[in-house]
């Protein structure tokens, strides 16, 4: 076997959450791109539905599968839906996540039914979603990813709520690579600054604005990053050549940190 075939997910099958719009669609197209066969799971079901249909045009088996994964129960019919459409599950990634309302907060100032809806889109579906996946894992195990952000590290005034969901995602990645090895490998992905729908309802940074951001973040590869950067990571978490790779938080950043 050649080096550049330890890179393939040609036969894996794969759930992505999150996976209509932004970093989730990257990773799903990704993942289809290097083999694997792939079920988009999100709210929206014109991006889904779209998703899945650029899946198919590479050449793999592609679903779109709406769910709300703040819903009781709702993972548990992703977990099953995908589960029969694909034959297994052997790829999963936990990526629906985000800034509900778009807006950060202080944490003085989060009322509590907000702080709940960052806890239970960012840090619970998370937990949740990994169960599920461990379960529908054949004798011959699987891997998931996790997305994190780069919000964990120090101080993040007017994001706590967002930055202390995202650390416990790295604290479960830590936790559930030691409990479900060797049979799963767990790992997380922990994204600098990318360009995507949320990244500019949460900010309010586009178009020609995007270069001042490249300019005042200091980012050392001079650039804001792309969905593309982190799919290639997640690739390279997916398959084989991370084989021996398993409770770890990789930054994916051009050099930036938070």
Same mark, same amino acid.
């Given at each position: 076997?050649?080096?550049?075939?330890?890179?393939?997910?040609? +036969?894996?099958? %794969?759930?992505?959450?999150? =996976? @209509?719009?932004? &970093?989730?669609?990257g990773i799903a197209? !990704? $993942?289809?791109? *290097?083999?694997?066969?792939?079920?988009?799971?999100?709210?929206?079901?014109?991006?889904?539905?779209?998703?899945?249909?650029?899946?198919?045009?590479?050449?793999?088996?592609?679903?779109?599968?709406?769910?709300?994964?703040?819903?009781?129960?709702?993972?548990?019919?992703? +977990?099953?839906? %995908?589960?029969?459409?694909? =034959? @297994?599950?052997? &790829?999963?990634?936990?990526?629906?996540? !985000? $800034?509900?309302? *778009?807006?950060?907060?202080?944490?003085?100032?989060?009322?509590?039914?907000?702080?709940?809806?960052?806890?239970?889109?960012?840090?619970?579906?998370?937990?949740?979603?990994?169960?599920?996946?461990?379960?529908?894992?054949?004798?011959?195990?699987?891997?998931?990813?996790?997305?994190?952000?780069?919000?964990?590290?120090?101080?993040?005034?007017?994001?706590?709520p967002y930055a202390?969901?995202?650390?416990?995602?790295?604290?479960?990645?830590?936790?559930?690579?030691?409990?479900?090895?060797?049979?799963?490998?767990?790992?997380?992905?922990?994204?600098?600054?990318?360009?995507?729908?949320?990244?500019?309802?949460?900010?309010?940074?586009?178009?020609?604005?995007?270069?001042?951001?490249?300019?005042?973040?200091?980012?050392?590869?001079?650039?804001?990053?792309?969905?593309?950067?982190?799919?290639?990571?997640?690739?390279?978490?997916?398959?084989?050549?991370?084989?021996?790779?398993?409770?770890?938080?990789?930054?994916?950043?051009?050099?930036?940190?938070?």
């Amino acid at each position: 076997m050649s080096i550049l075939e330890d890179f393939s997910l040609a +036969g894996q099958r %794969a759930v992505v959450t999150g =996976g @209509g719009k932004g &970093i989730g669609r990257g990773i799903a197209l !990704g $993942l289809a791109e *290097a083999g694997a066969d792939v079920v988009i799971a999100a709210r929206s079901v014109d991006q889904i539905e779209a998703v899945a249909a650029e899946v198919q045009a590479l050449g793999r088996k592609g679903m779109a599968h709406r769910v709300d994964v703040t819903e009781p129960g709702a993972l548990d019919g992703l +977990g099953e839906a %995908a589960a029969s459409f694909l =034959g @297994g599950i052997d &790829i999963w990634v936990n990526n629906a996540g !985000g $800034l509900p309302d *778009a807006t950060g907060r202080y944490l003085t100032r989060t009322p509590e039914d907000k702080w709940d809806s960052q806890v239970d889109l960012n840090m619970k579906a998370v937990w949740q979603g990994s169960v599920v996946a461990a379960q529908h894992f054949g004798d011959t195990g699987g891997t998931i990813i996790n997305i994190s952000s780069e919000t964990h590290r120090g101080p993040q005034p007017k994001n706590g709520p967002y930055a202390a969901a995202k650390a416990a995602v790295n604290s479960l990645t830590q936790t559930l690579s030691a409990e479900l090895a060797p049979r799963v490998r767990v790992n997380a992905i922990s994204p600098g600054p990318v360009l995507t729908e949320n990244f500019v309802d949460s900010t309010g940074y586009e178009g020609d604005n995007i270069t001042i951001i490249d300019k005042a973040m200091r980012i050392p590869l001079g650039r804001i990053g792309t969905d593309r950067d982190i799919a290639h990571a997640a690739v390279f978490l997916a398959s084989p050549a991370a084989g021996w790779i398993t409770g770890q938080i990789l930054s994916v950043t051009g050099g930036w940190r938070s």
